[in-house]
T-cell receptor, first 114, second 116 residues
Framework: AQKITQTQPGMFVQEKEAVTLDCTYDTSDPSYGLFWYKQPSSGEMIFLIYQGSYDQQNATEGRYSLNFQKARKSANLVISASQLGDSAMYFCAMREANDYKLSFGAGTTVTVRA | DAGITQSPRHKVTETGTPVTLRCHQTENHRYMYWYRQDPGHGLRLIHYSYGVKDTDKGEVSDGYSVSRSKTEDFLLTLESATSSQTSVYFC???????????????FGPGTRLTVL
């Protein structure tokens, strides 16, 4: 069964605007971690932000923030003040407790327009 | 940046030939992983290793084998390559978390494999 669902294959956003990337997950484990990675056209995987299931506050890292809604099992990534360099594919991933493996979603391609 | 290299970076081979991809790390991380990336599927785990000579299967392990004879090297072998194994292959490393759910995986640059 798919553990991570990213329903937006592609999105366009205007430079300097904010964009929200959707991620829903499925787990029965009360302990889990959620990760977002960025993959630019050059291909490398860049870690962006992490949210633990017990974290009380939404994670933030610079222009990235994670809108964590535990009851809805969603962990949406918000990129504020988009820049041309934000054009990339973004992956949501989850790790359940006692399991070191990451389960990835299919990814969302973001294109930032000038 | 974590010291992870993959070789080769690009390879074209023919159906039925054996192929070995190498992942090398200089971080002394205990855990190593092989993923494949395909459009519409994100990254899917093929095999992983939790120590020297300790490996386990991931969700798409059929047709692949792995070996890890020393901490720094993790080899992925396609015994008899098929066109369905055309993909981008990523190696990743991590340390086991201690008292936390957080354990970032660091990824290598990827290997683009084409099976004709």
């Amino acid at each position: 069964a798919q553990k991570i669902t990213q329903t937006q294959p592609g999105m366009f956003v205007q430079e300097k605007e904010a964009v929200t990337l959707d991620c829903t997950y499925d787990t029965s484990d009360p302990s889990y971690g959620l990760f977002w990675y960025k993959q630019p056209s050059s291909g490398e995987m860049i870690f962006l932000i992490y949210q633990g299931s017990y974290d009380q506050q939404n994670a933030t890292e610079g222009r990235y923030s994670l809108n964590f809604q535990k009851a809805r099992k969603s962990a949406n990534l918000v990129i504020s003040a988009s820049q041309l360099g934000d054009s990339a594919m973004y992956f949501c991933a989850m790790r359940e407790a006692n399991d070191y493996k990451l389960s990835f979603g299919a990814g969302t391609t973001v294109t930032v327009r000038a | 940046d974590a010291g992870i290299t993959q070789s080769p970076r690009h390879k074209v081979t023919e159906t039925g030939t054996p192929v070995t991809l190498r992942c090398h790390q200089t971080e002394n991380h205990r855990y190593m992983y092989w993923y494949r990336q395909d459009p519409g599927h994100g990254l899917r785990l093929i095999h992983y290793s939790y120590g020297v000579k300790d490996t386990d299967k991931g969700e798409v392990s059929d047709g692949y084998s792995v070996s890890r004879s020393k901490t720094e090297d993790f080899l992925l072998t396609l015994e008899s390559a098929t066109s369905s194994q055309t993909s981008v292959y990523f190696c990743a490393i991590s340390e086991p978390p201690t008292g936390t759910l957080y354990n970032e995986q660091f990824f290598g640059p990827g290997t683009r494999l084409t099976v004709l």
